[in-house]
C-alpha cells in the first residue's frame, strides 16, 4: 500500500532555480527519507528526518517535516542539470520495519 | 566499497521457467527487502528480512519466495514466472530499523514473455 504521496507528478526547471517537491503521508512514522532515481537505475539515499525533527539540512538539500499535517517537503537549491532525476518519499512507520515509497516526483533541470 | 550486487542485470525468461536474481551486501546490515518498480505504480516491497532465517510478506509477496541463510545474501525465487512479473526489481538493504537509509542495488530488469 502507498503510504507518501508525492506532488508534484513532474517539475521542470531551469539550472539555478529551486526545486521544491512535496510529500503526504497517512499513519504516524518513524522518519521519513527522501530517494533520488536516476532513469532505471538503483535509489540513493538522499537525507532521513526524524519524527520529532522538523527540518533537516545536507548540502543543498533542505527537508522539513510537520507531523501535524503529515506532510514534508525537499528543497534543492541552486539545481543543476545533473539534479535530473525522480525523487521519493519513503516513510518508516510506527511498529512496522519496511520502508514504503510513494510514486515519486519527475524532476527536469534544463541547462 | 560498500554496495548491493544484484545478479543479472537483465534477464528474459519464458512463462514457467524458475529463475532466481541473487542479492549480495557487504555491509553487514541485518535489514534486507525486495521491491519491484513498475510505471504507474512506484516502488512496492515484495519480501523483507530482519535477520537470518527470518523473512515476511511485504505489500505483493505472491508468486515470489524468498530466503536469508546468511545475512549478506538474499536471493529472490519466482517458482513459475509469468508475465505480470515483468518489472524492474531491486534489491535493498540496511543496518535496521530505527533510522538507517537503504542501500539499493543497481536493478534487475526482468521480462517474462
Known amino acids: ?111 | 566499497e560498500a554496495q548491493v550486487t544484484q545478479n543479472p542485470r537483465y534477464l528474459i525468461t519464458v512463462t514457467g521457467k524458475k529463475l532466481t536474481v541473487t542479492c549480495s551486501q557487504n555491509m553487514n546490515h541485518e535489514y534486507m527487502s525486495w521491491y519491484r518498480q513498475d510505471p504507474g505504480l512506484g516502488l512496492r516491497q515484495i519480501y523483507y528480512s530482519m535477520n537470518v532465517e527470518v523473512t515476511d510478506k511485504g505489500d505483493v509477496p505472491e508468486g515470489y519466495k524468498v530466503s536469508r541463510k546468511e545475512k549478506r545474501n538474499f536471493p529472490l525465487i519466482l517458482e513459475s514466472p509469468s508475465p505480470n512479473q515483468t518489472s524492474l526489481y531491486f534489491c535493498a538493504s540496511s543496518l535496521g530499523t530505527g533510522g538507517s537509509g537503504y542501500t539499493f542495488g543497481s536493478g534487475t530488469r526482468l521480462t517474462v514473455v
Not at chain 1, 504521496?5 to 532555480?17: H, K, M, V, Y
Not at chain 1, 530517494?35 to 538522499?46: E, W
Open chain 1, 1 to 111: 500500500s502507498q503510504q507518501g504521496e508525492e506532488d508534484p507528478q513532474a517539475l521542470s526547471i531551469q539550472e539555478g532555480e529551486n526545486a521544491t517537491m512535496n510529500c503526504s503521508y497517512k499513519t504516524s512514522i518513524n522518519n521519513l527519507q527522501w530517494y533520488r532515481q536516476n532513469s532505471g537505475r538503483g535509489l540513493v539515499h538522499l537525507i532521513l528526518i526524524r519524527s520529532n525533527e522538523r527540518e533537516k539540512h545536507s548540502g543543498r538539500l533542505r527537508v522539513t517535516l510537520d507531523t501535524s499535517k503529515k506532510s514534508s517537503s525537499l528543497l534543492i537549491t541552486a539545481s543543476r542539470a545533473a539534479d535530473t532525476a525522480s525523487y521519493f518519499c519513503a516513510t518508516e512507520k510506527i511498529g512496522y520495519s519496511t520502508l514504503t515509497f510513494g510514486k515519486g516526483t519527475m524532476l527536469l533541470v534544463s541547462p
